[in-house]
């Protein structure tokens, strides 16, 4: 029976509900009365004839651009800061939720849908990238694509880089919030890891950098998730040096038990090769009785020292001399999104043409997985609907970096971390077998993978882990059996830093960090 204290707890914490949640009826009218007197002119409504147009322009997974989706009021795009503060305040007096969307990838739409009334901040036109040469820093806006970021490198001659995701339609606003995982992140760590300020729109419309924010917000912004704590407007990166030759290479590997055998010995080579190397893995069946592997692997150095490294450390690859490529680390960013041969300028190309309907969940692994498990995984992806799975190798700089230096938790002891990925072209496509095959994977491989808890990494958000409904009594009970796959120790931390910076909960989603009112 439920004790006289925890009766009491619930009663105090729908109080508590009532007080922090805004009983206001939203009103269109007020709404884009308030920000066009704060002078923004971008202000779409439902009425408006672009409205689909730009509402559907960034949605990156077609899941969540159908008809049953709810949609925003309002879709605004500021051009300035001022503005992205003023819209902040307009949507708190007229209670709607805000939805800020950068590059519009959340693999669960939390940029561009809500359950209540709610307005889209677009930070499409906040996407300059600005280098700094002498102190090796770029301003980024909070709205730029990690293409954008390459591209404006690729224009200057420095030798620089940067470490981030290598699809070039990623935004910076929520690739640097989860994290930001990419090809050279073995030797640089991540792109939040090289985030060295940040200007942020907080829950009451104030500006705030690094040092105003405080280092506790900072470091929730570094890994913490997109979409909990403000609105980045811009974020400062440290670019990074590379050599003007890399190596790259993408070779499949067919068989079922070759590729079994090769995943096991990869396992324990990828993590454990020299920083400068990155190979992963693609897992995927191209019928029901084949199986293909393709690693992909970039080295910073040439060929020779890359054939050298792999011969010594996993012949049974067999990589041929022609089978990689030198090349410029600009052209290695181009060949890995699939772009070789196009013009450079093409990275900053923010329309995606190609768009899929798809769902995916990550785990993380510490201890190889035997080869009877991966033979029955092979199995699986056997079936149909056919997904595939991402292999990402760590170690080198992911584990020298503390798992509590920014929110990002996942570092040493991870040898690597699984994408698995299922996608389709058509709508009428039965989005419930795609799920069921992707459950089952993941059912499968739970003995394999992270445990006590079975982490997760938040730039590859999944619902099926849990959400926080909008009437929830237990928002924090409820997070937490997500919040600590995505967040590990770090969990609770957030929440400390959520309950100071946003108290009333305004920069939130279904799988945000809630504001602790429990004490
Ligand atoms: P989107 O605009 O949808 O934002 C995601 C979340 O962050 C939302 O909750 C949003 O409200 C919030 N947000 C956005 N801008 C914000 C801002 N300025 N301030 C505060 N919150 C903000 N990841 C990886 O680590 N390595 C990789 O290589 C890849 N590759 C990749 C390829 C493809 C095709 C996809 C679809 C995704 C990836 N990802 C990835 C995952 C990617 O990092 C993740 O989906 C990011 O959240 C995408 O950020 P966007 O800004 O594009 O999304």
Known sequence: MASLKSILNTLIWAVLLLIITPAIAVSDEAFRNCVTTNGIRNVTSMQSKN?????????????????????PNFI???QTNQQVQATVTCAGKGGYEIRVRSGGHSYEGTSSTAESPFVIIDLINLNAVKLDVATKTAWVGGGATVGEIYYAIAQNDGGFGFTAGSCPTIGVGGHFSGGGFGLISRMFGLAADNVVDALVVDAEGKLLNRKTMGEDFFWALRGGGGGSWGIVVAWQIKLVKVPPVVTSFSVPRHGVDNVAALMQKWQKVAPTLEKEFYLSVNLAAPNNTAMAATFNGMYLGRK?????????????????ANESRE?????SVLFFSGLTGSDVSSLAARYDSNKLYFY????????PIPLDALAGAIKIFQ???LGNAIFDPYGGR????????????????NLFSIQYLVSWHDEKGDSEAYLAWLRKLHAFMEPYVSQNPRAAYVNYLDLDLGTVGKNSTSPVAEASKWGKRYFMDNFERLLQVKTRVDPHNVFRNVQSIPPDVRS
Do not use: C
């Open 76 to 78: 605004i795009i500021p």
């Open 327 to 331: 090349m410029s680390w600009i052209e």
């Open 383 to 385: 079936e149909q609907p």
């Open 51 to 71: 409205y689909k147009i730009l509402l559907d322009y960034s949605i990156q997974n077609l899941r969540f651009a159908t008809s049953q989706i709810p949609k």
């Open 398 to 413: 992911m584990w020298e970096i503390s798992s509590d230096s920014i929110a990002f938790p996942h570092r040493a002891g």
């Open 304 to 320: 020779p020292n890359m054939l050298k490294s792999l011969d010594s450390s996993f012949p049974e690859l067999g990589i041929q």
């Open 360 to 367: 995916a969940k990550s785990d993380y692994v510490s201890t």
